[in-house]
């Protein structure tokens, strides 16, 4: 897709399909939402799940669109649930500012068509409907939630301290891929180059 500059715009599990249960090779699915980059209409495309902020907001599609899918997808494989359980896109946006514990950046803001759809005129998000509207941020930060997550049992102690070690890169590649400005979201060398993965091999 990178080399045909192509968007896939629809990655979510269903559509990652593994060669064997034991295979590190995977395909993506499903290329009906595919579009090529350069589209000038932002198009309603990606589960809701992994739909970025930019999407949402109507700023424009780009590869960076994928990668935010992406990291979502990881974070979900991780975790054992959806990161960000939203449904609808108020609660998206709501729930991206609590679990990350920053703001959607106000260039989209002002870019947004649609942003009064979502923002107050201070650029404060209005109410979801979520029961959780009262609070402005969840207890735990980011990287609470992937250091909470129980270490694998039957481990060895050198498998477990390896596992300790790698969740610090591990923490830091999904932030950059769930960056909600895509300018300054990984691109796919970064994902590729970034220590996590490349002291794996």
Request: hydrophobic share 35%; charged share 30%.
């Amino acid at each position: 897709f990178d080399e045909l500059d192509l968007m896939h715009l629809d990655i979510k599990p269903e559509n990652v399909l593994m060669e064997s249960d034991k295979s590190v090779h995977v395909k993506l699915a499903d290329i009906g939402s595919t579009e090529y980059v350069g589209e000038t209409e932002c198009k309603y495309s990606i589960t809701r799940y992994y739909r970025p902020p930019e999407i949402v907001l109507g700023c424009g599609m780009s590869k960076k669109a994928d990668i935010w899918s992406l990291g979502s997808l990881i974070a979900e494989l991780f975790l054992g649930h959806v990161l960000f359980n939203a449904e609808n896109e108020n609660q998206l946006l709501t729930q991206i500012e609590r679990i990350l514990h920053t703001k959607i950046p106000k260039e989209l803001i002002e870019k947004s068509p649609n942003a009064s759809k979502f923002f107050d005129e201070n650029g404060n998000l209005l109410p979801s409907g979520d029961i959780n509207d009262s609070k402005n941020e969840i207890e735990n930060s980011f990287e609470d939630i992937i250091n909470n997550v129980s270490l694998p049992c039957g481990y060895s102690e050198e498998k477990l301290e390896k596992e300790i070690k790698m969740r610090k890169p591990f923490i830091d590649l999904l932030r950059n891929m769930l960056e909600p400005n895509p300018e300054k979201r990984f691109t796919l060398n970064d994902v590729i180059n970034h220590p996590f993965l490349t002291d794996l091999v």
